[in-house]
């Protein structure tokens, strides 16, 4: 079996995963945690250098999600990657729980920063990056950004700051889904052109398909080829993916799949 075919397998279960703890939970934000999942997925099955068995050596690569209300979709793939065990997931967004809404540093093994109030996630990935470069240590960081989060001025200041740097250990990835809170990206703020704008700066600059592995793995371990620069990825995604039901449909960032929309969920994802 294909790598790729066996990282689609990997997505549907995700996907999936995803669904119940918004069900079960009664929690939104569904439609942003299903447009990232293939990027988390490839990012931990194949490019980051990370040991469940070791989260805190300290030359691990670092993942940051910047957008912090897809986190279901950074749990889902933790707890199948072996950083804490699956069963811990039932307490999702429970009193006492440490699976809070948004996430916590370390409130599990695998994750590496308190986000959710957004445009922070680049800055802080930017301080890793200078880190490594100050404490002359190997790892990458790698920071997964939501296109609404572009309309924040601290996200502008930190892709200045990168390429005066030099930060070719930093890979930023934009889930470029279309959508943001109120409405359509485009509309609310003129984002496009993206990829130009992030190669003024300074970056190296890719566009791909992001639910298309043969594009996805390619670009992200292409972080650190250019010795001069960081690189953006602008991902071109969609709002709810792999849910037909649920595609394109800004409607699923509040909404709550009932029991009957989370079993033809189930359906479609054939697990």
Known sequence: MSTNRLLEEFTAQVRAKVVSLSHDARTPHLGSSLSCVDIIVALYDSILNVDPKNPEDPNRDRFILSKGHAVTTLYAVLAQKGFFKPELLKEFNQPGSPLPEHPSFWCVPGVEASTGSLGHGLSLGVGLALSARVQKQSFKTYVLLSDGECNEGSVWEAALLAPAHKLSNLCLIVDFNKWQATGRSQEVTALEPLEEKFASFGWGTQRIDGHDFSQILPALQACGQDSEKPLAIIADTIKGKGISFMEDDN????????????????????V
């Not at 409607?251 to 079993?263: F, K, Q, V």
């Open 251 to 270: 409607n699923w960032h509040y909404r709550i799949p009932s029991e009957g929309e989370l079993l033809e969920a189930y359906k479609e994802l054939a």
